[in-house]
């Protein structure tokens, strides 16, 4: 049924759970992966009384983010390899992620997205506002939610 899946991972404990679930769904199903990661952006500083200044330049931020996004993306690409999953990465830097991940899911041509919830109800799931919650309401890709 589904041949495509787009997995995005944070490289969180409940994060690297669901890739390993992903990956033995994906193995049933006989699909594809496309694991992403949604970078951050360069936080602009605010300047002012009491603020606090940090040292790192735009591109060690950039560098590093890389370099973090690498090492997730990596861990699942070997897990999805070690399983025979066909498996590919890829990174976006972009400030507003559940957006990111559409659009991968978009750009791939992904037919599920397979992600975490932290499982948050009531007014606590409607005051932190999940990436996946956001992801539910926006995407026209169907989503499978790994709880």
Do not use: W
């Amino acid at each position: 049924m589904f041949k495509h899946i787009l997995v995005p991972t944070d490289g969180s404990p409940l994060s690297e759970g669901t890739v390993s679930r992903a990956v033995s769904f994906a193995k049933d199903a006989g699909a594809r992966i496309t694991f992403f990661y949604a970078q951050p952006d360069f936080p602009m500083p605010i300047y002012g009384e009491g603020a606090l200044i940090d040292p790192t330049t735009p591109e060690q931020f950039s560098k590093s983010a890389e370099a973090e996004a690498r090492k997730i993306l990596n861990s699942a690409k070997s897990e999805a390899d070690a399983a025979g999953v066909a498996a590919d990465t890829d990174t976006v830097v972009n400030e507003v992620p559940y957006e990111a991940v559409i659009d991968a899911a978009e750009r791939h041509g992904c037919d599920l997205i397979f992600m975490a919830s932290h499982g948050r109800r009531g007014i606590a799931g409607l005051l932190l506002g999940s990436e996946t919650q956001k992801v539910l309401t926006h995407s026209k890709v169907p989503v499978l939610v790994y709880r």
